[in-house]
Each structure stands twice: as structure tokens, then as C-alpha cells.
């Protein structure tokens, strides 16, 4: 390990954290929802409680994270303890010196973005941090950072406070177990110091947990994060004054979370589904949705995350969770969509106006012997369609955006027209790809025809541009009673396993040094995985780093 890692008082901050007697101890759920709780603050997959010991760090919670220690060769909460006082933010490891060449950076934990906020104990000893990871760049705001900073002040009041009460535990199995307590001749001057001694530590716990309290109710109210909690036996519901606000409630209202819920017809059935299962599996809660606030009765868009904690006692089990306001940002983002929609519109007539050009000049030039200028048009002609392409992704993502995608099958047949848009393909594949058509049998399928070519083609060219030149691409179609199965196998890169999670949700795109070079805005697989839904389909992706990728999607005959 290197030793400008670690600190001039390495052995003293270890004594203190061996101290707390934490290390290798089970989970536990007051530290597993600080790290819920940092999540949805965050809106981040993984929050660690991380804690630095001589050759590791070891998670006491670990949201999103299936490990529960690396070397601490590797770790980067080894370097965010060197600077106890501030945050240490790596907005993007991969071009961080430090960390670039990191086995979590490059290898399957894909360590992108690091926000570690350091735990110093109240005798200025860093223990670890309270740390949030995402798998790709981004930033936190001021009310995040603030919201984190709370948070791992809280964590250290319940390591303290969880120290304190073992400390009384064991004193009283000392007296217990100790005969001279047990004699007649212990003296009540000794008793009543006893009695005296256990009532401060009362105390002092007691204080702890109220500080406890405080701080995570000021780490919500930072995050502009309303709270509820709801008795699942009773139905008993209370909520925060800012959760009241965003419903337009006024204070002391006592109302039920059916009536706190009042959503729009469009989402009920999605919310109560979802809100259903989570009660009775124990999943997390999270889901956006539009309400009428009962003040100004306008919609508003909320994001609720939740979980229920089961109890052992009279009051039952609970749902709690958090509310926030998200309206502005989906303005935000729907301003996006009518811009993209626009833009897209735009471009369409000069478009069409440079392809009739480009398809007239090679009329008139389809004797002439200068192959130049016969390689030039086909250029520009393999430049327009790929252009209308993505001009027509982002029009079917401005349609998926607002709902107004729609469907109109009607039956074909799916060989014949899989093996004309491979030949198409021929045309525009500049790296000398061989495609390969496998099936089985004649396939007549009942479809959006030009929404499946857009699906088919999107993933054929994506073959085509990740794979090394020359190397063979596999389609192949099956089928049985109920369904049809079209799959594209490449031997490109690969996919790692987080990335291959996201890979078709919107805006996401693989960040790697075979990716960097090839343009794309993340929207092509989005599209195919909701035309495909559309379809009352399914589609995939299984990826082998170094080996290559199949994707594939069914659809009901």
C-alpha cells in the first residue's frame, strides 16, 4: 500500500475505529437506510457507509453494491480520508490520474463518478466516509453535498451511539458476573455512584439520539425532500410540513394515503400496482407521478421513494418514504422533447430536397467513367440516409416523449424482409462486415412493418460499427406458435454486465476507449426497446467483454 495514502495519525484513527467494535458485524437497518436515504438524494445506484481499516475498506451498508470489501489499495475512500474537512467529488474517474487505471474504474464495478464525505469521530478521527457511485459522469448540487455532509454526521452519532450502549452492556454483565457487587458489605454510598453512572450514560444516549434525529431531518429538509409514514395496520399517516406543501395541504391535516395520493386516471393503476407490491414484497418504492395540488389545484409531477420496515411490536409494520417535487425538471425535460421534435422537422425538408439532388445527379452521371465521382455520389447518398435515420430517431423519440407513437400492423413476411434490409446493408457497410442469415422456417408476422425495420436496422448498424472490420455478423430467426425471435450476434467489444443493465434506457451510452470515437446520443436502443413494448414484445442484450454481443427482441405473431 502506498504510504503517502495514509494519514501522519494512521495508528490512532485505526485504534479509534477498531474502538467502535464495527468491523464484521451483520447489517443493520439504521445504517442500511442512511445509505437508502443517500441514494434518493443523491439519485445515485450505490451509497457505501465505507470504513478504512489497515488493508481494506469494509462496508457496514452497501446500497447497490454486491461486495462487502476491496483492497484498500484500490479504494478511493482511502484518499477522501486524507482531506477529512471537505467532500472529495470524482466527477469522472476514468480521466482522473488517480484512478483511471483503478481495477473498480475499468473492471465490472465500473466506477465512474465518486462523492465520498468523510466520517470524523468527535475526536477528529476519520473512520471511513458516507460515500454515493454512479456508472457515469455527472455532479452533485449544493443541496446534495449539504444533505450528505448531515448524513455522515449521523452515521457517526449512531457508531457512537451504538458504542455507548455496548459499553453499558458490558459494565452491567461485569456486575453481574462480579462477586464483590453481589456481597452485603457493597456499601450504598457505591450503589447509589453505580445508579448515578448509568443514569448520565442514559442521558447521553438519549441526547445522541435526539441529535440523531435532528440531523437527519435537516438532511431531508436540504435535499427539498418532503417525509411520510404510514401504518400499514391503521392506515394512520403522518407527513412533514414540506410533504404538505407539495400536496397543498395545510398543517395538522389528517388524511389518508389514498387521499394524499390523488393522482391523475392516466397513472393510478401504474402507482397502486406498484405501490401493492412493494407493501407486500419489501422492494423499494420508487416511481413518478402526476398529483393535483389541493391549494392551487394545479398538476404537479412528485417522485415518491419508499420502503416498508417491518416491526415486531404493536404498532405494526410501516411504510416510509420521501416526496419530491419534480415539475421544473420535467418542463425542462419536455422543452427538450418539443426542441428535438422541431429541430427534427426542420431538418426533414432540406433533407428530402438533397437526396432528390444526390438521386438526379447520379441519373445524369450513370455513364460517366470517372469512378471518383460515381464513389462520391454513393458517399453522399449513404450520408443522407444515415442523416434521415437519425433525424427520423429523433422525431419516433419526440413521439415516444409525448404518447403519440402509435402502431399499424398488418401481416408479412418476416424472412424475406429481414434478408432485404441485410442487403440494403451491403450497400452502406464500409468495414466489410459478412452477414450471415440463419432460420428455420418461412415466418409471416403481424407487425408494424417500418417500426420493426427501424428496430432491426438500428441494432444491424450498431454491429456493423462496433465490430472489427471483416469479422463475420450472425442474424438469425426462430419461431414457434406463439412468437418470433430475431437475434444479431457480433464480435465486438462486449458489454460489461452494469452497462449491458442500462444500455436501453434513454440517454445512456456505454463510456469506454472503444466507445469514444463513435457518435451516438444514447436514443437508438431506447427507441427499439419501446417499439418493441409497443409490440407487447421483449428484448435483450447477453455480452461477453472480448468475445462480442447478441441482441435480440421477440414479438407475438
Not at 445509505?35 to 475498506?57: G, M, N
Not at 456481597?183 to 443514569?199: D, E, W
Not at 404537479?300 to 411504510?319: P, Y
Amino acid at each position: 500500500m502506498d504510504r503517502n495514502l495514509m494519514a501522519p495519525d494512521e495508528l490512532q484513527r485505526i485504534q479509534a475505529l477498531h474502538s467502535y467494535g464495527i468491523l464484521d458485524t451483520p447489517y443493520e437497518n439504521d445504517f442500511d437506510d442512511l445509505t437508502e436515504l443517500a441514494s434518493v438524494i443523491c439519485q445515485t445506484p450505490v451509497a457505501l457507509i465505507s470504513l478504512v481499516d489497515e488493508k481494506r475498506q469494509w462496508f457496514k451498508s452497501n446500497k447497490g453494491l454486491e461486495v462487502r470489501e476491496t483492497d484498500r489499495a484500490y479504494s478511493f475512500c482511502a484518499h477522501a480520508i486524507l482531506q477529512p474537512e471537505n467532500i472529495m467529488v470524482v466527477e469522472d474517474a476514468r480521466t482522473d490520474q488517480r484512478f483511471k487505471d483503478n481495477v473498480l474504474v475499468t473492471g465490472k464495478t465500473n466506477i465512474v463518478f465518486y462523492a465520498g464525505m468523510p466520517l470524523i469521530d468527535s475526536q477528529g478521527n476519520a473512520l471511513g466516509t458516507l460515500c454515493v457511485i454512479d456508472h457515469q459522469q455527472r455532479q452533485l448540487n449544493e443541496s446534495q453535498i449539504k444533505s450528505l455532509k448531515i448524513l455522515s454526521k449521523t452515521v457517526i452519532e449512531k457508531l457512537e451511539l451504538r458504542r455507548q450502549l455496548a459499553t453499558m452492556s458490558e459494565e452491567k454483565e461485569t456486575r453481574k458476573s462480579n462477586p464483590v457487587y453481589s456481597q452485603h458489605t457493597y456499601t450504598a454510598f457505591n450503589q447509589s455512584r453505580l445508579t448515578q453512572r448509568a443514569i448520565e450514560q442514559m442521558n447521553d444516549a438519549n441526547a445522541l439520539i435526539i441529535q440523531n434525529e435532528q440531523h437527519l431531518r435537516l438532511a431531508v429538509e436540504a435535499a427539498n425532500l418532503g417525509t411520510f409514514m404510514l401504518n400499514i395496520n391503521t392506515g394512520h399517516l403522518e407527513t412533514s410540513a414540506y410533504c404538505n406543501d407539495i400536496f397543498g395541504l395545510g398543517e395538522n391535516v389528517c388524511i389518508t394515503i389514498t387521499q394524499l395520493l390523488d393522482m391523475l386516471e392516466e397513472d393510478r393503476g401504474r402507482i397502486q400496482k406498484a405501490l401493492t407490491e412493494s407493501i407486500s414484497s419489501g422492494r423499494i418504492f420508487d416511481e413518478e407521478f402526476r398529483i393535483v395540488n389541493r391549494a392551487d389545484h394545479k398538476i404537479r409531477w412528485i417522485k415518491v421513494a419508499g420502503k416498508v420496515f417491518h416491526k415486531e411490536t404493536a404498532k405494526g409494520n410501516t411504510f416510509c418514504g420521501t416526496v419530491s417535487d419534480i415539475t421544473e425538471w420535467k418542463k425542462i425535460e419536455r422543452k427538450k422533447g418539443d426542441f428535438i421534435n422541431l429541430a427534427s422537422h426542420e431538418l426533414k425538408s432540406p433533407l428530402t430536397s438533397i437526396k432528390a439532388f444526390t438521386q438526379l445527379l447520379q441519373r445524369k452521371l450513370k455513364d460517366c467513367e470517372d469512378s471518383n465521382i460515381s464513389h462520391l455520389i454513393r458517399r453522399s447518398e449513404s450520408q443522407v440516409r444515415r442523416m434521415e435515420n437519425l433525424v427520423d430517431g429523433f422525431l419516433n423519440f419526440s413521439k415516444l416523449d409525448n404518447g403519440l407513437l402509435t402502431l399499424n400492423k398488418a401481416p408479412f413476411d418476416f424472412k424475406n424482409f429481414v434478408s432485404e434490409i441485410i442487403a440494403d446493408h451491403y450497400t452502406l457497410n464500409k468495414n466489410n462486415h459478412n452477414f450471415e442469415l440463419i432460420t428455420d422456417a418461412e415466418t409471416v408476422l403481424s407487425a408494424d412493418k417500418n417500426k420493426i425495420q427501424l428496430v432491426i436496422t438500428n441494432l444491424m448498424e450498431n454491429a456493423i460499427k462496433y465490430a472489427p472490420s471483416g469479422t463475420p455478423i450472425q442474424v438469425r430467426i426462430s419461431s414457434d406458435h406463439h412468437e418470433v425471435k430475431f437475434e444479431i450476434i457480433d464480435q465486438g467489444p462486449g458489454i460489461a454486465d452494469q452497462d449491458a443493465l442500462k444500455i436501453f434506457d434513454r440517454f445512456y451510452r456505454v463510456q469506454n476507449a472503444d466507445t469514444k470515437q463513435i457518435a451516438g446520443f444514447g436514443i437508438g436502443l431506447y427507441i427499439c426497446k419501446e417499439i418493441v413494448e409497443l409490440h407487447q414484445g421483449n428484448i435483450g442484450v447477453e455480452s461477453t467483454l472480448g468475445i462480442g454481443s447478441r441482441f435480440w427482441f421477440t414479438l407475438p405473431k
